[in-house]
């Protein structure tokens, strides 16, 4: 057994999100879709808590699980799409979408083809842990974390206004 | 590579220990339920199971077993199953972190009567809730009814909106402890006095949230069954409808453990360290005060249900958000305000 513990645990992590996440672009069913998008969502929280950043693990879980995918399913709900109401794609979408895809993919291995991949030691760092974090948060980078709440209240700001066109 | 065989031993144990327990008191909560309202309304109630009808929750369980299994047309088989699959899963994972005692020293080993003692104990329980929504909404949508589908949206949208100011009255806590772990806020309340004295606003929109997170009356516009003949679980027959009724009583019964810890003490009971007992016998009465705690909790929920009728939604959603977020931002200030003036004084 050369395999530890933690090399066990990545690869199961792994195989389980890719699978989940080839299922979120393969299902038929746009329910199905959001679902294995969710099971995607977890097998990464589970990289992240491998990487000891615990409180980025499950922020990851209440921020896209628990809220975000929880509106997804709602409005596909409502719509209550299915596969058999669904619009015929026309064929030059297809190609147009499959070249496009493929130029993405060479675009992405030209940049990762000379980049230097350091190996992060899991467990190594403690920056992740919540206290240390926001120690950071708010020392080093507290202009740009108040700035980015800037942009949460402009995000509110004009959901109210959307939500008050009728009143 | 050495692995602690006793530490895996004693986390199966607890892990076992504390599901059983969840769902004995569920278990035994539905027949609380019936005598409390029974009580309320005059009546009798159960008493014909057993002494007491101290076996009816039995009769009950044996009953929905037993029932024809009933899955309707044209709807999505697994999402059916997986509905109250989910939202009984979901229950059974919030009480990992809550520690249900001190700790016992057995044969040398210091157990801790805590299944994981994270040190994001609170966002776990965040995450977790938000995720118990799940099981309401596929379960109303693949019922393929109408009904059921609006239960599912209004149990989605009255969730996240009281989740919200849910996390805002807790943000005042996690100010005043400093901490995110619920063993240490519990252990500060031992040395220093409850919560509930100083964040009595707080607990109050905790409390009323955790009613509407539990879809409990005054706020289960999700099973209105005045409305929606019984919402999100109309289609649902046998131990399917059994596993989502089951699982609203074990989200009562952490969430009472829950609001035990964190506002009321949790474990510990007054002059718990001045007793001169052995340390073991003071965890087991840490224990016993958890849960008679837990139980008043318990009796309110019930309480509260035979008492006061159901809002109508749109007040439901005003409360939220016009009521509950603006008082927990309000007390989130004051707290902050103090916290502030005493770190400088």
């Not at chain 1, 995607?40 to 628990?66: D, E, K, P, R, S």
């Not at chain 1, 709900?77 to 596969?83: A, D, E, G, H, I």
């Not at chain 2, 990992?96 to 057995?106: E, F, M, N, S």
């Not at chain 2, 309480?303 to 931002?329: C, E, H, K, S």
Request: proline share 3%; hydrophobic share 55%; aromatic share 12%.
């Amino acid at each position: 057994m050369g395999m530890s513990l933690q090399q066990i645990v990545f690869g199961v992590l792994s195989i389980i999100s890719i699978i989940s996440a080839l299922g979120v672009i393969l299902s038929k069913n746009p329910v199905t879709s959001v679902l294995c998008l969710i099971v995607t969502f977890f097998t990464i929280a589970g990289h992240y808590i491998m990487l000891n950043a615990q409180f980025l693990a499950v922020v990851h879980i209440i921020v896209y699980a628990g809220a975000i995918m929880v509106l997804f399913l709602f409005v596909i709900m409502l719509m209550n799409l299915n596969s058999e109401i669904e619009p015929q794609k026309r064929n030059w979408l297809k190609y147009a979408g499959a070249i496009s895809g493929g130029a993405l993919l060479l675009v992405l291995l030209g940049a990762l083809r000379e980049a230097d991949v350091t190996p992060i030691q899991p467990g190594a760092s403690d920056i992740g842990l919540i206290s240390n974090l926001g120690k950071t948060l708010f020392n080093q980078y507290v202009v740009p974390f108040e700035v980015s709440s800037i942009l949460f209240l402009s995000a509110m700001v004009g959901a109210v206004i959307i939500g008050k066109r009728e009143a | 590579m050495t692995i602690d065989w006793f530490f895996i031993l004693e986390k199966i144990v607890l892990i076992s220990g504390v599901l059983a327990v969840s769902l004995l008191v569920a278990m035994y909560s539905t027949w609380g339920e019936r005598k409390v309202a029974s009580i309320i309304q005059d009546r009798i109630g159960p008493n014909r199971a057993g002494f007491m009808g101290l076996l009816q929750p039995l009769a009950d369980g044996g009953k929905l077993f037993f029932k024809e299994e009933i899955i309707p047309g044209n709807s999505n088989r697994f999402l059916f199953i997986l509905g109250p699959s989910l939202a009984m899963i979901v229950a059974c994972m919030t009480s990992a972190v809550i520690p249900w005692g001190d700790t016992l020293t057995i044969a040398g080993h210091t157990v801790s009567l805590q299944i994981a003692d994270i040190n994001i104990g609170i966002l776990y329980i965040f995450g977790v809730v938000s995720l118990g929504v799940y099981g309401i909404m596929l379960g109303g949508w693949a019922s393929n009814n109408k009904y059921s589908l609006l239960a599912s949206v209004r149990a989605a949208s009255q969730i996240i909106s009281y989740e919200l100011a849910m996390g805002l009255s807790l943000i005042a806590l996690l100010m005043m402890t400093g901490t995110l772990s619920i063993k240490e806020i519990v252990e500060q309340q031992r040395h220093g006095g409850w919560n509930i004295l100083y964040q009595p606003l707080g607990f109050l929109i905790f409390l009323v949230c955790s009613f509407a997170e539990c879809n409990r009356t005054p706020f289960d516009l999700a099973e209105a069954e005045s409305e929606l003949n019984g919402g999100y679980h109309l289609e649902y027959s046998s131990m399917k409808l059994g596993f989502y009724l089951f699982a609203e009583y074990i989200n009562m019964f952490i969430s009472s453990a829950l609001m035990s810890s964190l506002y009321f003490g949790g474990y510990s009971f007054p002059f718990m360290d001045s007793l001169g007992l052995s340390p073991n016998l003071v965890t087991i009465l840490g224990t016993a005060a958890l849960f008679i705690k837990i139980i008043c909790f318990l009796f309110f929920f019930m309480w509260v249900r035979w008492t006061i009728p159901r809002f109508r939604y749109d007040q439901l959603m005003r409360l939220g958000w016009n009521i509950m977020i603006p008082l927990a931002l309000a007390n989130m200030l004051i707290t902050g305000a103090i916290v502030l003036y005493r770190s400088t004084h």
